[in-house]
């Protein structure tokens, strides 16, 4: 059985700002914090290593981990956040304007193959999150810590729960309907002897080590 402990990055320029960004924004002094107290909670689950995406607030979270639990960082490129139009970066998300172009994407996965100009389509979300279940369920490691983003998160326990099954239209529930703080913990279960589904959901989104400080 294999324990997958999925954190998302701590909070980022793009977070605090709500200004659209690319993969470069960084941590603010307070993500730099929440990654710090994530660590103290990781140290604990015995996690063999670290997968994160190739955004720099991913990348800066997973180091923090890393120094203080002394795991390595496996960076793997495709676990990155969704992509929105290009034309939106730069620009505040609540935005009348910009929300509308968000929420025009997520209603275009009701077709799995549309692509809003040059936004993903579902499909291509789905198929980077089944790339990464299928690298976890190869790993050797028994316990491992994936750094990732919101919606991709999302995506990724989608597709754990409900595989093939899963539509764009379950998908926008799962978008608007879970939410998903900083630093927040995703505690999976993997094996191939499980009853039925071969993952388990057994904690979601669990942040109460950012109120013990």
């Known amino acids: 059985m294999k324990n997958i402990y999925i954190v998302r990055h701590g909070q980022s320029e793009e977070n605090a700002t709500k200004i659209l960004a690319d993969g470069g924004s960084p941590l603010t002094a307070e ?4 990654a710090g107290i994530i660590a103290s909670r990781v140290a604990q689950l015995k996690a063999e290593v670290i997968f994160c995406s190739d955004y720099v607030r991913a990348k800066q979270t997973a180091d923090i981990i890393s120094q203080q639990v002394g795991v390595s960082v496996e960076v793997l490129p495709y676990i990155y956040e969704n992509k929105y139009p290009g034309r939106i970066i ?7 304007e910009i929300l ?14 549309f692509h809003y100009e040059d936004a993903e389509s ?13 690298h976890i369920t190869k790993h050797p490691a028994e ?3 994936i750094v990732s983003h919101a919606l991709f998160i999302k995506m990724m326990v989608g597709e754990m729960l409900f595989g093939d099954a ?3 239209e379950v998908f ?4 608007h309907g879970l939410r998903l703080k900083n630093t927040g913990i995703t505690w ?7 009853f039925q589904n071969q993952w388990k959901i057994n904690t979601w989104n669990d942040h109460n080590h950012l109120a013990e400080v």
């Not at 509308?100 to 193959?113: E, K, M």
């Not at 291509?124 to 299928?134: C, F, P, S, V």
């Open 31 to 34: 993500g730099i914090r929440e």
């Open 90 to 96: 730069g620009h505040k998300q609540d935005e009348p």
């Open 100 to 113: 509308q172009i968000a929420l025009n994407v997520h209603a275009g996965y009701a077709d799995p193959d």
């Open 122 to 134: 579902f499909n291509d979300l789905k198929k980077r999150a089944r790339t990464l279940l299928d």
């Open 143 to 145: 316990n491992m810590l």
């Open 166 to 168: 899963l539509t764009g």
């Open 172 to 175: 926008k529930s799962m978008i």
């Open 188 to 194: 999976c279960e993997y094996s191939d002897k499980f």
